[in-house]
């Protein structure tokens, strides 16, 4: 039987040995409570990088109940992360992690890439693309 809807293969992606993404223990443990009342083993976290920002480019994070066809999938601490083809050459070699202090709480990620970041710690800029920056919202 011919399958119609092929998944990608979960593997590690590695640049010069380094893995495309990683969570931090805090960031693993935060995505595991939110996925376990889910009855989807497929589900996980889907990570991109869009244009906009005051720096020039901005994060995004979701979970996603599949990964798409050109999506790479990266499984760090038992939770499956998403990635899009052209996200990756943004976010190679990234640790996303979970803060929660006094200020608030969220998922942050430390981008070896970036050369320089906005003052609210949204957006980036890395030195091969400086993207189109914009207005820092939240």
Known sequence: MLNTNPQPETQPITTSDTPLVVLSDAAAGKLADLVAAENNPAI????????????G???GMMLEDQPSGEDVTVESKGIKVYVDAQSTQYIAGSEIDYLDTLMGAGFTVNNPNAVSACGCGSSFRTSESAGSPGACHH
């Open 57 to 59: 480019f901005r994060y």
């Open 44 to 55: 996980g976290l889907r990570v991109y990088v869009y244009s906009g920002g005051c720096s």
